[in-house]
């Protein structure tokens, strides 16, 4: 069973997974992001303080998530990821695709939340 909750900062959701991310549960995490998407909320911050366990579909559902949010023109980042969460991470190569950082500040300060840079005064 897995219990997701989400909470929006500064343009930003944070989605907090409580559980085990597997395949039976996979589609509640794609819709969640679907969801905030559609909310225009396409900066996604994955909490997994509390994920317990993650199995292949689980990670291939975070490949997706990543996936999903750059055809919308957003981004991941994960917070509180536990040791063996960074090792998995290491063993797969998602280590290369995905970024864990220190905070939820660091994370929302590091995401672009849709603003474009103007560089026509240059």
Do not use: P
């Amino acid at each position: 069973m897995i219990r997701l909750s989400c909470e929006s900062q500064d343009h930003v959701a944070i989605i907090s997974i409580n559980g085990d991310l597997i395949a039976s549960v996979c589609d509640n995490l794609r819709q969640e992001t679907i969801k905030q998407v559609e909310l225009r909320l396409q900066d996604i911050v994955l909490d997994c303080n509390s994920l317990h366990y993650i199995d292949s579909v689980g990670l291939e559902t975070l490949v997706w998530l990543q996936d999903y949010l750059a055809e919308h023109l957003g981004e991941l980042k994960f917070i509180n990821c536990s040791e063996q969460l960074i090792t998995i991470f290491e063993m797969t190569r998602l280590k290369l695709r995905f970024e864990c950082v220190e905070s939820l500040q660091v994370a929302i300060g590091s995401l672009s939340c849709g603003e474009v840079f103007d560089d026509s005064s240059l």
